[in-house]
């Protein structure tokens, strides 16, 4: 229970260090198109950085180790 600020302030760092990278990701890698002479390899639906919220989920899943 003492440690509970702790955490919480790392939970903050963690999401506004999110924030940054997500921003920094859809500013550089959202106009990023796929097509037949350049297919995106490693990017779907569920991951890429068109929109801030699925590149927040996409940097989480990086993050977390998830495929």
């Given amino acids: 229970i003492q440690t509970l600020p702790q955490v ?3 939970g903050l760092l963690f999401f506004l260090l999110f924030f940054i990278f997500t921003a920094l990701g ?3 890698f959202g106009i990023l198109k796929c097509n037949e ?3 995106c390899t ?3 639906k569920h991951a890429h950085f068109t929109d801030f919220d699925i590149a ?3 940097l989480f899943r990086i993050a ?3 495929n």
Wanted: charged share 35%; proline share 6%.
């Fill in 8 to 10: 919480e302030n790392l």
């Fill in 26 to 28: 859809v500013e550089l």
């Fill in 37 to 39: 002479e350049r297919p």
């Fill in 42 to 44: 490693g990017l779907d």
């Fill in 56 to 58: 927040f989920l996409t």
């Fill in 64 to 66: 977390t180790g998830d």
